[in-house]
T-cell receptor
Framework: GNSVTQMEGPVTLSEEAFLTINCTYT??????LFWYVQYPGEGLQLLLK?????DKGSNKGFEATYRKETTSFHLEKGSVQVSDSAVYFC???????????????FGQGTILTVHP | DTAVSQTPKYLVTQMGNDKSIKCEQN?????MYWYKQDSKKFLKIMFS???????INETVPNRFSPKSPDKAHLNLHINSLELGDSAVYFC?????????????????FGPGTRLLVL
């Protein structure tokens, strides 16, 4: 079956530090890959996505590249801010078995805390 | 103008009770979902409906019954609540673009309903 594995958290950084959150996946077919962010007390928001190999998703200074050869979609940001403190979820979407509809499979989430 | 809304935001109830959570989306999407987030933040899909038709039904106790009166609404009814049902429940929606290459659509999430069963 499909699965997503994220690096263990929590991750604690100082402001302006470089961020990497690793994400690897196992899937059949050609999944789309996503990073969602959950700020404290809120729902999930799409951060970025990539739908095919070698695509790079980017948003708000965050980037991730769809690497089919290493089955990875690592999230990076060159200089984090306190406001980036949140839980980050890597996810993949494939067609639900026997249908043509998407089904999201999430990683376990990585808690990021950024200190001033 | 909230895109995906859920009510209530918080729900505290006793074991054995029956409760419902409502979800509405104003994005014009044709597919809606329910996810459960446990205390360790792990998210798992429960159900999905497309145009009021059930398309995904994961291994969920039959005490949970989704109902979709129309494309814009997907409600979740839970019978005989148990302690283990305590979690955050998220509704989401998406628009199916290409039936031949499903899975690429972005899902938009509601703010969540925090359920606590005592």
């Amino acid at each position: 079956g499909n699965s997503v594995t994220q690096m263990e958290g929590p991750v604690t950084l100082s402001e302006e530090a470089f961020l990497t959150i690793n994400c690897t996946y196992t899937a059949t077919g050609y999944p789309s890959l996503f990073w969602y962010v959950q700020y404290p007390g809120e729902g999930l928001q799409l951060l970025l996505k990539a739908t095919k190999a070698d695509d790079k998703g980017s948003n708000k200074g965050f980037e991730a590249t769809y690497r089919k050869e290493t089955t990875s979609f690592h999230l990076e940001k060159g200089s984090v801010q306190v406001s980036d403190s949140a839980v980050y979820f890597c996810a993949l979407s494939t067609q639900a078995g026997g249908t043509s509809y998407g089904k999201l499979t999430f990683g376990q989430g990585t808690i990021l805390t950024v200190h001033p | 103008d909230t895109a995906v809304s859920q009510t209530p935001k918080y729900l505290v109830t006793q074991m054995g009770n029956d409760k419902s959570i409502k979800c509405e989306q104003n994005l014009g999407h044709d597919t809606m979902y329910w996810y459960k987030q446990d205390s360790k933040k792990f998210l798992k899909i429960m159900f999905s409906y497309n145009n009021k038709e059930l398309i995904i039904n994961e291994t969920v106790p039959n005490r949970f019954s989704p109902k979709s009166p129309d494309k814009a609404h997907l409600n979740l009814h839970i019978n005989s609540l148990e302690l283990g049902d305590s979690a955050v429940y998220f509704c989401a929606s998406s628009q199916t673009r290409d039936r031949g290459r499903g899975g690429q659509e972005t899902q938009y999430f509601g703010p969540g309903t925090r359920l606590l069963v005592l």
